[in-house]
């Protein structure tokens, strides 16, 4: 424990200091390089215009390197992967694109992904919304947001493992634990092992990201809420507006953008779950997602390195328009700038 801490100690200490040099460094090397300071005329202005064409390269250079490597190659060498066999060795072509649109496993997880699609962002944004237009008129919303905020700090495994203990059964005659089965048990139901109900069991499973993502909907709808001026609420409320009218027909409208965002960027997270699956089901009894899937053959049975690709090159596709529409929507925001 004590040489974990060290270790994550020093990558800090290593990391932040080693920014600070860089930048520094750099910095000065331009100024030695072109003086501005200490020279006349027409060189001055000449050696600061190279300055400020230089620097911003110093800072968005490093960037470029590492969004180069960590991003746009796996990228390509994904896609070449996708047109390789089982070992990456032998070209194939879209052998594997075809493998998938006739696996049933393939198919299954893709039906799980539409109905975590249709189901979680929905979800988070509703309530999200619905907590945030009601904290808002209670002394305690602040600590009620705090509360409700919590679960996005800890991480899709350990939200798991706290509702595998929600949904934890135990066999006939035997006490009970998970509060999902004492609960039933108590009011005289009948315990069931929830996560292996076919079908039913995603939505168990959804609720745990519901349950992380609905206080990050929360907050940045909330801000959102608090830029809608005070004068329209006002003006509604004198016009004889009901707080359902006041909800729907003005804060809602005004806040579409907003609510747009929030819904793309759970539905870019959704594409992706993972986690969750791993953790609670492994994806059996149905509940495979492609994520899973795509781990699944890329690192069990063997290791499938181009149908492991496939998969996550069509994850990919299918993240690449909600994000260009999330970037436009952004956009709109901000007026082009």
């Known amino acids: 424990m004590a040489a974990q801490i060290f270790s994550a100690i020093t990558v800090i200490i290593v990391g932040v200091g080693?920014?600070?040099?860089?930048?520094?460094?750099?910095?000065?090397?331009?100024?030695?390089?072109?003086?501005?300071?200490?020279?006349?005329?027409?060189?001055?202005?000449?050696?600061?215009?190279?300055?400020?064409?230089i620097r911003p390269w110093l800072f968005v250079g490093p960037a470029m390197i590492i969004l180069t490597i960590y991003l746009i190659y796996p990228v390509v060498e994904t896609l070449r992967l996708s047109?390789?066999?089982?070992?990456?060795?032998?070209?194939?072509?879209?052998?594997?694109?075809?493998?998938?649109?006739?696996?049933?496993?393939?198919?299954t997880?893709?039906?799980?992904?539409?109905?975590?699609?249709?189901?979680?962002?929905?979800?988070?944004?509703?309530?999200?919304?619905?907590?945030?237009v009601l904290t808002d008129k209670i002394w305690w919303g602040t600590i009620a947001k705090s509360l409700i905020f919590l679960p996005l700090a800890i991480s899709f495994v350990g939200a798991s493992v706290i509702w595998k203990f929600?949904?934890?059964?135990?066999?006939?005659?035997?006490?009970?634990?998970?509060?999902?089965?004492?609960?039933?048990?108590?009011?005289?139901?009948?315990?069931?092992v929830w996560i292996s109900l076919p079908f039913w069991n995603n939505f168990f499973l959804m609720i745990i990201l519901i349950w992380i993502q609905t206080g990050f909907a929360m907050v940045i709808l909330s801000s959102a809420l608090r830029g809608i001026p005070e004068e329209t609420l006002e003006a509604a409320v004198i016009d004889g507006a009901n707080p359902f009218q006041i909800f729907w027909k003005?804060?809602?409208?005004?806040?579409?953008?907003?609510?747009?965002?929030?819904?793309?960027?759970?539905?870019?997270?959704?594409?992706?779950?993972?986690?969750?699956?791993?953790?609670?089901?492994?994806?059996?009894?149905?509940?495979?997602?492609?994520?899973?899937?795509?781990?699944?053959?890329?690192?069990?049975?063997?290791?499938?390195?181009?149908?492991?690709?496939?998969?996550?090159?069509?994850?990919?596709?299918?993240?690449?328009?909600?994000?260009?529409?999330?970037?436009?929507?952004?956009?709109?925001?901000t007026g082009g700038h």
Do not use: H
């Not at 930048?23 to 006349?40: E, H, Q």
């Not at 089982?86 to 694109?97: C, D, H, I, T």
């Not at 006490?175 to 139901?189: C, D, E, P, S, V």
């Open 18 to 53: 080693g920014c600070v040099a860089y930048f520094w460094g750099a910095n000065k090397l331009v100024d030695i390089i072109f003086p501005s300071r200490g020279v006349a005329g027409a060189a001055a202005i000449d050696n600061l215009r190279r300055q400020g064409m």
């Open 83 to 107: 047109l390789l066999d089982r070992g990456g060795a032998n070209f194939v072509g879209f052998a594997n694109y075809e493998w998938a649109l006739g696996d049933r496993e393939f198919r």
């Open 109 to 132: 997880s893709i039906l799980n992904n539409i109905i975590w699609l249709a189901v979680v962002p929905a979800a988070c944004t509703f309530l999200g919304l619905i907590i945030a």
């Open 166 to 192: 929600i949904y934890e059964y135990r066999g006939a005659g035997q006490t009970q634990i998970g509060l999902l089965n004492a609960i039933i048990q108590y009011f005289g139901g009948q315990p069931q």
């Open 250 to 333: 003005i804060m809602v409208p005004q806040i579409w953008g907003t609510i747009a965002v929030v819904w793309t960027t759970i539905t870019i997270l959704v594409l992706k779950v993972f986690d969750i699956v791993l953790t609670m089901t492994n994806g059996q009894w149905n509940s495979q997602v492609l994520a899973n899937l795509m781990f699944d053959w890329m690192f069990r049975g063997g290791g499938d390195f181009g149908r492991g690709a496939t998969i996550a090159i069509i994850i990919m596709i299918a993240v690449i328009p909600i994000m260009v529409w999330n970037i436009r929507q952004a956009n709109k925001e």
